[in-house]
């Protein structure tokens, strides 16, 4: 690629890069989107709650946004992985792991999250398939069916309130000690949701379809959705690189315009919020795109 310096790179072309990419193109600004092709759901066979794409694939739905990005000329894509960025001058040096280097005057971040998955044989396997991140997602497709939910302490009693209107036949699953207090585990008998407490050896599939979990204690039960909140870590090292601040649940930190504490320096969708769908990933996108255009155009009047 011979040009070098653009006005926004963008790290990360999946949703909500590609909305931002929108806002900067019909706004005539050059931009550099940088991806390197694995967003979050790339396993999840059906993408659900996006208006106008529902059920279809989350390729699909990236394939379509790109197609329109491209009509904007002044926007250009690069196959390849943000190893570095740094601060140099009026802007910033991005660095790839092919080693090429490029500059810009505003960085936006829009590198969603890795998912760390559990330690547990077929875990993996069933993410996004059968085991399920969010009920908003997926929830509606395995109403009534016999359900599980793989998480403890606060969040786990939350989650059980939101799966509860999809299903009856619940199981919360602790993976050891429940965290939970006297209350909660009142509660949750109240409303017949077993609790188990057992630790798990295995989830038994079919290509990503539960079948069942089996316990350390030879145990086995019967399932066929499983939800799970599971840990995560940023992309990209920009607490290191850059000095951005994280919140205290590992989000990069941002304010209502999307900036970071790093003049310069915005992100969005995923890597910023709990909150993750395609459709919030687009509107942040997009207001992250049209945040960076003000400013630029601020400093040029
Ligand atoms: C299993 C699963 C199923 C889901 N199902 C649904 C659903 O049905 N409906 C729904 O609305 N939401 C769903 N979600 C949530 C949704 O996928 C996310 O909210 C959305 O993908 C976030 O978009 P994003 O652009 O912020 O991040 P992502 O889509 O994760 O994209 C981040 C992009 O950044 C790139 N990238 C990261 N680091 C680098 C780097 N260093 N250099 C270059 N590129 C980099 C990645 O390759 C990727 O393309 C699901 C999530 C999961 C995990």
Known sequence: MENKNFDV??????YSGLSAGMSLGRSVRNVLIIDNGKPCNRQTPHSHNFVTHDGKTPAEIAKLAKEDVEKYKTVQFYNGTVVKTSKVND???????????????KIILASGVKDLMPDIPGFAECWGISVIHCPYCHGYEVKNEITGILSNGEMAYEFSKLVFNLTKNLTLFTNGKAALSKEQIEKLDQNKIILNEDEIKEIKHEEGSIQKVVF??????????LYAKIPFEQNVNV????????????????????????????????????????????AQGNFAGAVVNKELSDEEF
Not at 9 to 14: E, N, Y
């Open 9 to 14: 790179i963008i790290i990360g072309g999946s």
């Open 91 to 105: 802007g910033f040096e991005i660095e790839t792991s092919s080693g090429e280097k490029f500059y810009t005057k």
């Open 216 to 225: 350390k204690n030879g145990k086995e039960i019967q399932l066929q959705a």
């Open 239 to 282: 607490s290191d690189d850059l000095g951005c601040e994280l919140t205290e649940q590992g989000f990069i930190k941002v304010d209502m315009m999307q900036k970071t504490n790093i003049p310069g320096l915005f992100a969005c969708g995923d890597n910023v919020t709990m909150m993750r769908s395609v459709a919030n990933a687009v």
